[in-house]
T-cell receptor, first 115, second 111 residues
């Protein structure tokens, strides 16, 4: 079974530029999560999808971040415009169905550096 | 306000000995607790979990203990192996709300 795929693995941009990350979850997984992990911190959920619907986006800074999961499979996360404090690793995870305590399978992450 | 706290940023243990990683939480409504392991340049991988109705769960060399009265859980690895060197994250969940992660503890197992 292939794992969660993310691209790019690394991205360096200047502040005020835009950037987009892509995630392909494990085949058949209904739930998809985007996390932000700042250096020295644990991952923090940005948005959770169940199929192509948003379950929780309460911690997504909607003035600059957006995410979509068209057709309930792949997902993209966009930052526009980027700020210095957005430098972090962006992790995508997927799960089978969103049940409480379900195992989430993480991708390798995209490391973003904003200069 | 951090709901899940891992107060030790790092831990060093000799190979073959026991590693004990600790985690405290503040929200008594959490109903599942999970441990994730993370190697550099990789995403976290699920290690072991425990329901709030249990006090112990064991899987091979890994055992998680839950003390609800103290709002404390710990992960025991015995015997520790060099391949266990990684960052370990404690996480907690309540119903269908998002996982809440601690800041992680970096474990170094010295051969």
């Amino acid at each position: 079974e292939a794992g969660v795929a993310q691209s790019p693995r690394y991205k360096i941009i200047e502040k005020r530029q835009s950037v987009a990350f892509w995630c392909n979850p494990i085949s058949g997984h209904a739930t998809l999560y985007w996390y932000q992990q700042i250096l020295g911190q644990g991952p923090k959920l940005l948005i959770q999808f169940q199929n192509n619907g948003v379950v929780d986006d309460s911690q997504l800074p909607k003035d600059r971040f957006s995410a979509e999961r068209l057709k309930g499979v792949d997902s993209t996360l966009k930052i526009q415009p980027a700020k210095l404090e957005d430098s972090a690793v962006y992790l995508c995870a997927s799960g089978r169905g969103g049940a409480a305590g379900e195992t989430q399978y993480f991708g390798p992450g995209t490391r973003l550096l904003v200069l | 306000d951090q709901q899940v706290k891992q107060n030790s940023p790092s831990l060093s243990v000799q190979e073959g000995r026991i590693s004990i990683l600790n985690c405290d939480y503040t929200n008594s409504m959490f109903d599942y607790f999970l441990w994730y392991k993370k190697y550099p340049a990789e995403g976290p991988t699920f290690l072991i979990s425990i329901s709030s109705i249990k006090d112990k769960n064991e899987d091979g060399r890994f055992t998680v203990f839950l003390n609800k009265s103290a709002k404390h859980l710990s992960l025991h690895i015995v015997p520790s192996q060099p391949g266990d060197s990684a960052v370990y994250f404690c996480a907690a969940i309540k119903g269908n709300t998002p996982l809440v992660f601690g800041k992680g503890t970096r474990l170094s197992v010295i051969a």
